[in-house]
């Protein structure tokens, strides 16, 4: 298949919105692709690229600034992975000049649109509505097979590309092949969010598991023997990066494992660091487990929590974290207010019958984090991409400062429905300053309240801080600029955080 068709494909699925209408051009797709072009299409379909290139976004775009596109479309999608996967390969002195080359190779070869999908892959920026669960449901329409199924060998299997090919050859009998397997990782179950512990005790309707809600790194721990690795939540192995936590698991009575849990620094007064310190290797690294989907010889990801939970006590009693059954609501409170004293952003309330849902995000996993808001300053926005193409969608956001007017402190494209990018697209051209590339400097005139987890410290900005997850709650068009959030309302916050110091 030439990659045109399938960038024509993307692009027919991002300018609809109707889910079945997606399913059945990605599924039509799908189809028409060769058997060895099946696993390539698939993950480019959901915008995934398959392989780490080691560029990033302002190199790609560097480089595509510089490159001329083709005239005719000619690429294959085998041609078109064989040039990406020799680029990932490159290591060692002049790999980073072999890069940027043979990355402008392939996109003077491309055509201008097929251009903007490659840099969409490279970067993460292939944006057509089409995410893993509906090239799930395209997957099962082409192998005409229960979607059911499919979903199930994909958070198994951890890999779309491996699942496709492997419908659309065999059918049942090849996706039945993908079980719980040492060694090969599954997506991480993920949760959803309340708003409090009533919030999360309502929706889960009774008792519930509540454990405290630790800022470190999700880690999949394997087990087979004397062999022990680790997995980051996207499936790649860190063994090498945690040898402390491997010798833990290593020492567990059991031969075979498949355990689910958060690795996190501490500092010298016990306290949890910020999760920039633990993702740096700083501090003492602690590992928490909260769940188990392999003991032995029994797979536990269909038993319910009450289950996996009993087992992994049972297992690593010292290594499991801090949790409890809460059968009211003033249990559940205290036990909230204790993890945030503790230093940790919250607690995870789940389901005490719900499975292990690999790669779902569902309800039976709820987060309660304390969340912080500040109104804030649009300074600029950037040009939307894939479904948001011609909309001002990622928005730069600033404290007042009384002594340099805004201080920047990141910017987020999340919260935003159609209606609000149509409004603040309209309202931002109107206060346009200036233009630099996709963004759009804007007169400082708009006040946003942002909700956000954290303050880190950041490099990039000139007051050393920026926020963390931010997403927009609203326009606050009842408040001036004056009325907004001051740097020193940011700084105080970092500083309760144990980020800066006071």
Not at 125 to 147: H, M, S
Request: charged share 25%; glycine share 10%; aromatic share 4%.
């Amino acid at each position: 298949m030439l990659l045109a068709e399938l960038v024509d494909t993307s692009a027919a699925v991002a300018a609809t919105r109707a889910r079945l209408e997606k399913t059945h051009r990605l599924a039509l797709c799908l189809r028409r692709m060769d058997g060895e072009e099946r696993e390539i299409g698939a993950r480019y379909l959901a915008g995934e690229l398959g392989h780490k290139l080691g560029a990033g976004h302002a190199i790609v775009q560097d480089v595509l600034a510089g490159a001329a596109p083709g005239a005719a479309a000619w690429l294959t999608l085998g041609e078109v992975d064989r040039r990406l996967a020799a680029i990932a390969a490159l290591r060692g002195e002049g790999s980073t000049r072999a890069r940027r080359d043979q990355l402008g190779e392939l996109f003077r070869l491309a055509t201008p649109v097929e251009q903007e999908f490659l840099a969409g892959l490279a970067t993460g920026g292939v944006r057509q509505g089409a995410l893993d669960g509906i090239v799930v449901d395209a997957i099962a329409k082409a192998a005409e097979l229960p979607a059911d199924a499919v979903r199930r060998a994909y958070m198994l299997a951890g890999d779309l590309g491996q699942v496709a090919a492997a419908a659309l050859a065999g059918g049942a009998a090849e996706i039945g092949r993908f079980g719980l397997t040492v060694f090969r990782p599954v997506l991480p179950m993920l949760a959803q969010t309340a708003d409090s512990i009533d919030e999360a005790l309502a929706e889960l309707a009774g008792p519930a598991a509540l454990e405290h809600k630790l800022d470190g790194f999700r880690l999949q721990l394997h087990k087979d023997g004397g062999d022990v690795r680790a997995y980051s939540r996207g499936l790649n192995d860190v063994t090498a990066e945690v040898p402390g936590l491997i010798a833990q698991i290593a020492a567990l009575p059991a031969r075979r494992l498949v355990l689910d849990g958060e690795a996190i620094a501490y500092g010298p007064d016990g306290r949890p660091l910020p999760f920039q310190d633990t993702m740096s290797g700083r501090g003492a690294m602690s590992l928490a487990l909260f769940d188990a989907l392999l003991v032995d010889d029994q797979t536990l990801l269909s038993e319910p929590t009450r289950t996996r939970v009993a087992a992994l006590t049972a297992l690593a009693p010292k290594l499991v974290v801090p949790h409890m059954i809460a059968g009211d609501r003033e249990e559940a409170r205290a036990f909230y207010a204790a993890a945030l004293a503790s230093g940790h952003e919250g607690v995870m309330a789940k389901a005490l019958d719900a499975p292990y849902d690999a790669g779902t995000r569902g309800a039976a996993w709820l987060k309660i984090k304390k969340v912080h808001r500040l109104d804030l300053v649009v300074l600029a926005a950037e040009w939307g991409s894939g479904r948001r193409k011609g909309w001002l969608s990622n928005l730069w956001l600033g404290a007042r400062d009384a002594g340099a007017g805004f201080v920047m402190l990141g910017k987020t494209f999340k919260g935003m429905t159609d209606a609000t990018l149509a409004w603040q697209t309209a309202a931002l051209l109107a206060r346009e300053t200036q233009r630099d590339g996709h963004v759009v400097h804007v007169r400082p005139e708009l006040v946003v309240e942002i909700a956000f987890n954290d303050v880190q410290r950041s490099p990039r900005y000139p007051g050393g801080l920026a926020l963390r997850l931010a997403r927009l709650v609203r326009y606050r068009d009842d408040k001036t600029v004056a009325e907004s959030d001051t740097i020193d309302a940011v700084r105080a916050i970092a500083i309760a955080g144990g980020v800066v110091p006071a």
